[in-house]
């Protein structure tokens, strides 16, 4: 059943609700389209206006943004899928309907020759993260400057994993003080040794200190 108003997504049951979540999760596919379950979708029921064309509209009304991304957003997909950074780069482009049909073969061009140094499954988990984060942030934040809005953005760096890398939801482990807990032991791994962990709470402090002297 597909949903077209907010009365029937209330309707639903919990159970209901995270069936169908489930459903999108197990799809091979999911991460092509990934408004499905992470973004809000534009559609009239729910919201009239697509984001990019209200900040081109409206900017964000003098309120000061800070948006941000990671170096390896994919990283975290590992998680769940072990073979995502063994396809060769043109799976990826293949899969990403973002990209014109006839720049296909350019855009794989493209980031085998940026990317040169990469194993070719690399190379495609950065064009994946470019697509479904990294760039829409930019864009975002083009939008608003358009509308002479006060924008920072910053990128997120830091290692945990020599595969993983700055996966996505790093920063957020960090900002909100949660490296050396379960979750963040799940997403970062457990600190390696004293000053491993010196690192982590010197990175905390910083990305706090910032976070913190922005919204001041």
Same mark, same amino acid.
């Given at each position: *059943?597909?949903?077209?108003?907010?009365?029937?997504?209330?309707?639903?049951?919990?159970?209901?609700? *995270?069936?169908?979540?489930?459903?999108?999760?197990?799809?091979?596919?999911?991460?092509?389209?990934?408004?499905?379950?992470?973004?809000?979708?534009?559609?009239?029921?729910?919201?009239?206006?697509?984001?990019?064309?209200?900040?081109?509209?409206?900017?964000?009304?003098?309120?000061?943004?800070?948006?941000?991304?990671?170096?390896?957003? *994919?990283?975290?997909?590992?998680?769940?899928?072990?073979?995502?950074?063994?396809?060769?780069?043109?799976?990826?482009?293949?899969?990403?309907?973002?990209?014109?049909?006839?720049?296909?073969?350019?855009?794989?061009?493209?980031?085998?020759?940026?990317?040169?140094?990469?194993?070719?499954?690399?190379?495609? *988990?950065?064009?994946?993260?470019?697509?479904?984060?990294?760039?829409?942030?930019?864009?975002?934040?083009?939008?608003?400057?358009?509308?002479?809005?006060?924008?920072?953005?910053?990128?997120?760096?830091?290692?945990?994993?020599?595969?993983?890398?700055?996966?996505?939801?790093?920063?957020?482990?960090?900002?909100?003080?949660?490296?050396?807990?379960?979750?963040?032991?799940?997403?970062?791994?457990?600190?390696?040794?004293?000053?491993?962990?010196?690192?982590?709470?010197?990175?905390?402090?910083?990305?706090?200190?910032?976070?913190?002297?922005?919204?001041?």
């Amino acid at each position: *059943m597909d949903i077209h108003s907010m009365d029937q997504l209330l309707g639903l049951s919990t159970d209901q609700i *995270m069936e169908r979540l489930i459903r999108v999760r197990e799809n091979a596919d999911m991460l092509f389209y990934m408004d499905s379950l992470f973004y809000p979708r534009v559609s009239p029921a729910f919201n009239p206006a697509d984001p990019f064309h209200a900040a081109r509209r409206n900017g964000s009304h003098g309120i000061d943004v800070m948006i941000g991304y990671t170096d390896y957003e *994919m990283g975290l997909w590992l998680t769940w899928n072990e073979a995502l950074d063994r396809h060769p780069c043109a799976w990826f482009a293949g899969h990403l309907e973002c990209i014109e049909p006839a720049l296909k073969d350019s855009a794989v061009k493209l980031y085998d020759d940026c990317f040169a140094h990469e194993e070719p499954g690399v190379r495609g *988990m950065y064009m994946l993260g470019d697509s479904i984060f990294v760039m829409p942030s930019v864009w975002f934040a083009d939008e608003l400057l358009r509308n002479d809005e006060k924008v920072w953005v910053y990128q997120y760096d830091w290692q945990s994993d020599p595969r993983r890398r700055a996966l996505h939801a790093g920063d957020q482990t960090y900002l909100f003080n949660k490296h050396d807990t379960a979750a963040g032991h799940h997403l970062l791994g457990e600190a390696k040794s004293a000053a491993d962990r010196a690192r982590r709470e010197t990175l905390t402090a910083a990305m706090q200190d910032s976070v913190l002297a922005f919204v001041r």
